[in-house]
């Protein structure tokens, strides 16, 4: 027995290899898509270190950007110092003299550091960072089903069953994008939320109004492409054997589409400044990776370690897709 399971992971093996490295791969994109793949850091005096430990930190994700502070423990300085979370009238108040031994930092949430960066953006004319990749953020988990499906059909190694597979799974995300944004309302709700978010701190509804009706068409266009790409690949995948390849090697390349992706629009957001800010500075490309410096504030951008699943995926699909390829050549896939 030990023998049999020893043999299944040699390279003699090479379906039951490709499809367990295909597996791990989608595992590891799934998670991805929940996990925070990049984090960004502004530090400056007015934020001390033993007060903010990690500056003021966002977190981005495939579908939005989120809050990367964390709540001060109990009897630190910013614990004590620093309000974590303003009162709302359904906040319960207490007494601090009669309820002095209450523990009111429980439950406390850290300050909100998207807010905090755009609060600071905003002085030299940047806009709000939810204005960034309108379209791709509420279209990314269609475009993971899209992956997803792609991948089974490559760990796939007869022709119609894979054809099967991918026609089943395109189907139901093409259903499930079109029941999302167009019958639940999700796009014009997603519209309306983005030119609200725009309008946060520079009143110019005509100028608004045109991006909200840019994203609105351009998220039109990408849902038909993708209509489109899913025909073209269940016709490639028909027709050319060799096309089964790009099953694999687009999910493969999310990686390097996230940072070209994150690399363009950290361009738009800095030679995009808008000119009430209040203090002026020229267009400047913000750092992708690494530390820079922007008037009195350092910078940190960095990968987070959902970045290291979309390495897993790329390290391995590479082999799988090497393994099919030699399958082909020598007659042993279809």
């Not at 093996?13 to 295909?22: C, H």
Request: aromatic share 14%; net charge positive; hydrophobic share 50%.
């Amino acid at each position: 027995m030990f023998h049999r399971k020893i043999s299944m992971l040699d390279t003699r093996n090479p379906k039951f290899l490709i499809a367990t490295l295909t597996g791990v791969a989608l595992i590891a994109m799934i998670a991805a898509y929940f996990a925070p793949i990049w984090w960004v850091s502004l530090t400056a005096p007015n934020y001390p270190k033993d007060a903010f430990p990690d500056g003021i930190r966002i977190h981005f994700h495939f579908d939005g950007v989120y809050n990367g502070c964390k709540a001060a423990g109990a009897g630190t300085r910013m614990a004590n110092e620093i309000i974590q979370k303003d009162l709302s009238h359904d906040d319960e108040r207490y007494n601090p003299i009669l309820d002095k031994n209450k523990k009111v930092d429980q439950g406390a949430q850290g300050l909100d550091c998207v807010h905090e960066m755009n609060t600071i953006n905003h002085y030299v004319g940047m806009f709000p960072i939810a204005t960034g990749a309108p379209v791709e953020k509420p279209l990314a988990k269609f475009f993971f089903a899209f992956f997803a499906t792609t991948m089974l059909g490559f760990a796939v190694t007869g022709k119609k069953l894979r054809l099967g597979v991918l026609a089943l799974g395109f189907v139901a995300t093409a259903a499930w994008m079109i029941t999302d944004q167009y019958l639940l309302g999700h796009l014009d709700a997603h519209v309306k939320a983005y030119m609200e978010e725009t309008g946060t701190f520079f009143r110019e509804p005509e100028r608004i109004k045109a991006w909200g009706d840019n994203v609105r068409w351009i998220t039109h266009v990408v849902i038909a492409g993708l209509v489109v790409a899913m025909v073209v690949v269940l016709a490639g995948v028909a027709r050319m054997q060799n096309f089964q390849l790009l099953l694999a090697l687009l999910p493969a390349l999310l990686p390097l589409f996230f940072l070209v992706t994150y690399a363009g629009w950290l361009w738009f957001f800095g030679h995009n400044l808008h000119p009430w800010g209040a203090f002026t500075v020229k267009p400047f490309m913000p750092t992708v990776f690494g530390e820079g410096k922007v008037a009195q504030f350092s910078t940190y951008s960095y990968p987070n370690w959902g970045f290291a699943l979309l390495v897993l995926m790329f390290v391995c699909l590479v082999p799988a897709l090497l393994l099919r390829r030699k399958q082909l050549r020598e007659g042993q896939a279809e």
